[in-house]
Protein backbone atom coordinates (compact mmCIF):
# COMPACT_ATOMS: atom_id res chain seq x y z
CA UNK A 1 0.00 0.00 0.00
CA UNK A 2 1.82 3.54 -0.92
CA UNK A 3 0.63 6.83 0.37
CA UNK A 4 -0.03 9.71 -0.73
CA UNK A 5 2.92 12.47 -0.64
CA UNK A 6 1.24 14.49 1.95
CA UNK A 7 0.50 10.94 3.61
CA UNK A 8 3.99 10.31 3.66
CA UNK A 9 4.69 13.73 5.02
CA UNK A 10 3.34 13.27 7.82
CA UNK A 11 5.96 11.32 8.91
CA UNK A 12 8.23 14.05 7.48
CA UNK A 13 8.59 16.78 9.07
CA UNK A 14 9.63 20.30 10.28
CA UNK A 15 8.55 22.95 13.13
CA UNK A 16 6.36 22.23 16.37
CA UNK A 17 4.05 24.63 18.07
CA UNK A 18 5.82 24.34 21.52
CA UNK A 19 3.34 23.95 24.03
CA UNK A 20 3.31 24.33 28.10
CA UNK A 21 2.85 20.71 29.45
CA UNK A 22 2.66 21.41 33.11
CA UNK A 23 -0.04 19.61 34.77
CA UNK A 24 -0.50 17.19 32.04
CA UNK A 25 -0.13 13.46 33.59
CA UNK A 26 3.00 11.50 32.60
CA UNK A 27 2.06 9.20 29.55
CA UNK A 28 4.04 6.22 27.09
CA UNK A 29 3.75 8.94 24.58
CA UNK A 30 6.20 11.45 26.47
CA UNK A 31 9.13 9.79 24.51
CA UNK A 32 7.82 11.16 21.49
CA UNK A 33 8.49 14.64 22.80
CA UNK A 34 11.28 16.79 21.04
CA UNK A 35 12.40 17.63 17.47
CA UNK A 36 13.08 14.76 15.33
CA UNK A 37 14.82 14.19 11.43
CA UNK A 38 13.51 11.49 9.32
CA UNK A 39 15.24 8.75 8.10
CA UNK A 40 14.67 5.97 5.33
CA UNK A 41 12.19 5.23 4.63
CA UNK A 42 10.90 8.03 5.65
CA UNK A 43 11.56 10.99 2.61
CA UNK A 44 13.27 14.32 3.80
CA UNK A 45 11.96 16.22 6.80
CA UNK A 46 11.76 17.54 9.93
CA UNK A 47 9.46 17.29 12.90
CA UNK A 48 8.32 18.66 16.11
CA UNK A 49 6.30 16.95 18.66
CA UNK A 50 5.18 18.52 21.82
CA UNK A 51 2.83 17.71 24.71
CA UNK A 52 0.40 20.59 25.73
CA UNK A 53 -1.34 21.25 29.12
CA UNK A 54 -4.38 19.18 28.37
CA UNK A 55 -2.37 16.10 27.96
CA UNK A 56 -2.83 15.83 23.77
CA UNK A 57 0.26 16.00 21.85
CA UNK A 58 0.99 18.09 19.13
CA UNK A 59 3.02 17.58 16.35
CA UNK A 60 4.09 20.17 13.14
CA UNK A 61 6.01 18.59 10.57
CA UNK A 62 7.79 19.54 7.18
CA UNK A 63 8.88 17.21 4.57
CA UNK A 64 10.36 17.58 1.01
CA UNK A 65 9.29 15.47 -2.23
CA UNK A 66 12.71 13.04 -3.38
CA UNK A 67 13.06 15.24 -6.43
CA UNK A 68 12.87 18.53 -4.53
CA UNK A 69 10.17 19.89 -6.54
CA UNK A 70 7.49 20.25 -3.42
CA UNK A 71 7.02 20.49 -0.02
CA UNK A 72 4.83 19.49 2.32
CA UNK A 73 3.89 20.25 5.71
CA UNK A 74 1.17 20.10 8.61
CA UNK A 75 -0.16 19.85 12.23
CA UNK A 76 -1.79 17.18 13.79
CA UNK A 77 -3.04 16.96 17.34
CA UNK A 78 -3.14 13.38 19.09
CA UNK A 79 -4.05 11.02 21.93
CA UNK A 80 -1.94 8.62 23.62
CA UNK A 81 -2.95 5.35 23.57
CA UNK A 82 -0.29 3.16 24.76
CA UNK A 83 2.32 2.81 21.93
CA UNK A 84 -0.13 4.39 19.58
CA UNK A 85 -1.53 7.84 18.73
CA UNK A 86 -4.82 8.54 17.57
CA UNK A 87 -3.94 11.93 15.40
CA UNK A 88 -6.53 14.50 14.02
CA UNK A 89 -5.22 16.88 11.10
CA UNK A 90 -5.62 20.04 11.97
CA UNK A 91 -3.48 21.38 9.00
CA UNK A 92 -1.88 20.03 5.79
CA UNK A 93 -0.67 21.17 2.64
CA UNK A 94 -3.81 18.98 0.91
CA UNK A 95 -6.73 20.60 2.46
CA UNK A 96 -8.85 17.55 2.15
CA UNK A 97 -7.03 15.93 4.84
CA UNK A 98 -7.99 18.43 7.30
CA UNK A 99 -10.00 16.57 10.29
CA UNK A 100 -9.51 13.29 8.85
CA UNK A 101 -8.53 10.95 11.80
CA UNK A 102 -4.97 8.55 11.33
CA UNK A 103 -3.62 5.96 14.18
CA UNK A 104 0.15 5.79 14.54
CA UNK A 105 1.65 2.99 16.47
CA UNK A 106 5.42 3.70 17.52
CA UNK A 107 8.22 1.51 18.92
CA UNK A 108 11.62 3.49 20.07
CA UNK A 109 15.30 1.80 20.00
CA UNK A 110 17.77 4.70 22.04
CA UNK A 111 17.44 7.75 19.70
CA UNK A 112 15.43 6.44 16.63
CA UNK A 113 11.62 5.82 16.65
CA UNK A 114 10.24 3.35 13.85
CA UNK A 115 6.31 3.79 13.13
CA UNK A 116 3.53 2.83 11.09
CA UNK A 117 0.27 4.14 10.13
CA UNK A 118 -2.64 1.45 11.26
CA UNK A 119 -5.13 0.19 8.65
CA UNK A 120 -8.82 0.59 9.28
CA UNK A 121 -8.55 -3.20 10.80
CA UNK A 122 -6.10 -1.97 12.80
CA UNK A 123 -3.13 -3.84 10.59
CA UNK A 124 0.50 -1.83 10.25
CA UNK A 125 0.40 -0.16 7.24
CA UNK A 126 2.90 2.61 5.80
CA UNK A 127 6.18 2.70 7.99
CA UNK A 128 8.73 5.23 8.42
CA UNK A 129 11.62 6.30 10.92
CA UNK A 130 12.97 9.29 12.81
CA UNK A 131 16.34 10.01 14.63
CA UNK A 132 16.02 12.50 17.68
CA UNK A 133 18.27 15.95 17.04
CA UNK A 134 20.05 16.54 19.63
Not at 13 to 38: F, I, N, Q, R, T
Not at 54 to 71: E, F, H, M, Q, R
Request: proline share 5%; with cysteine; charged share 20%.
Amino acid sequence: MRMSLAGVCLVLGVGMLLADSAGAAPSSCDALVGAWEYIPPSLPGNTIVSKQANGKYLIVWIGTAPDKSSATAGSWEGACEGSKVRWRVLHATDPSSVGKERVVEWQMTGDTMQYWFLTPEGQRGDAGAVRRLK
